[in-house]
C-alpha cells in the first residue's frame, strides 16, 4: 500500500523540474531494468458495467481486498455409469468381493471356533440367509461412494491404504477357498 502511494505521488508530480514521463521511465529503469520509448503511449481502457449506472447515484459500497473463493467442489474424472463401475476392470467388483470376502472369513472361523462347526454346517443352519444379506448390504455401501465419483485410491496413504485393502481381500477370498475345501477333505471342522 505505501509503495502505491509513493508510485501514485512520485508519478503524479514531477521531479525537480523533470516531466511525469521521464519519471516513469526513472521508476520503470530502477525497478526492473526496462527502459520506456521517449512517445510511449499508454492507453487505459475499462468497460463499465450496466449495474454501474443504477448504483451510480447510490453512496459508494466499500470495497473489500482480494478475498480468495472456495473452489466449487470438482466433476469426478472418473465414469459414475453402471456399466464401467462394476465392469470386470472397474473399480467395484474386486473391491467389494474382497470386502465380503474379509467379512465371511472372520465370521466362518468365529463361529467354528465357538461352536465347532464347520463352513458348510453354518450355511445349512441359517448362514445363508445372513450371508445373502451381508452380501446385499455392503454391496450397497460400497457402491454409493463409486457411483459418486469418489475412489478408495484417493483417499488414505501410510499402511492402511486401497492396495493394502485389495490385498487382504484377496486373502480373505484364498482363505474362504482354503477353508471349504479344507474342511471338505477332512470331513469335519477345521478347528
Known amino acids: 500500500m505505501a509503495a502505491s502511494v509513493a508510485m501514485q505521488s512520485f508519478l503524479g508530480s514531477p521531479v525537480a523540474g523533470v516531466s511525469s514521463r521521464r519519471g516513469l521511465n526513472q521508476v520503470?529503469?530502477?525497478?526492473?531494468?526496462?527502459?520506456?520509448?521517449?512517445?510511449?503511449?499508454?492507453?487505459?481502457?475499462?468497460?463499465?458495467?450496466?449495474?454501474?449506472?443504477?448504483?451510480?447515484?447510490?453512496?459508494?459500497?466499500?470495497?473489500?481486498?482480494?478475498?480468495?473463493?472456495?473452489?466449487?467442489?470438482?466433476?469426478?474424472?472418473?465414469?459414475?455409469?453402471?456399466?464401467?463401475?462394476?465392469?470386470?476392470?472397474?473399480?467395484?467388483?474386486?473391491?467389494?468381493?474382497?470386502?465380503?470376502?474379509?467379512?465371511?472369513?472372520v465370521a466362518a472361523i468365529g463361529v467354528e471356533l465357538g461352536r465347532g462347526q464347520d463352513l458348510f454346517t453354518q450355511i445349512n443352519d441359517g448362514g445363508l440367509q445372513w450371508f445373502i444379506g451381508t452380501s446385499v448390504l455392503l454391496s450397497i455401501a460400497s457402491l454409493i461412494p463409486l457411483f459418486r465419483g469418489v475412489r478408495a485410491e484417493a483417499e488414505g496413504g501410510g499402511f492402511m491404504n486401497s492396495d493394502a485393502e485389495l490385498w487382504n481381500g484377496r486373502f480373505a477370498m484364498l482363505g474362504l477357498i482354503a477353508l471349504a475345501f479344507t474342511e471338505y477333505l477332512k470331513g469335519g471342522a477345521l478347528v
Open 28 to 105: 520503470v529503469q530502477l525497478s526492473c531494468g526496462l527502459h520506456l520509448p521517449k512517445r510511449a503511449n499508454f492507453r487505459v481502457r475499462s468497460m463499465a458495467e450496466e449495474n454501474d449506472k443504477e448504483t451510480a447515484g447510490a453512496a459508494p459500497q466499500p470495497t473489500q481486498p482480494n478475498v480468495a473463493q472456495p473452489n466449487p467442489a470438482p466433476k469426478p474424472k472418473v465414469s459414475t455409469k453402471f456399466e464401467d463401475v462394476l465392469a470386470f476392470s472397474g473399480p467395484g467388483p474386486e473391491r467389494i468381493n474382497g470386502r465380503l470376502a474379509m467379512i465371511g472369513f
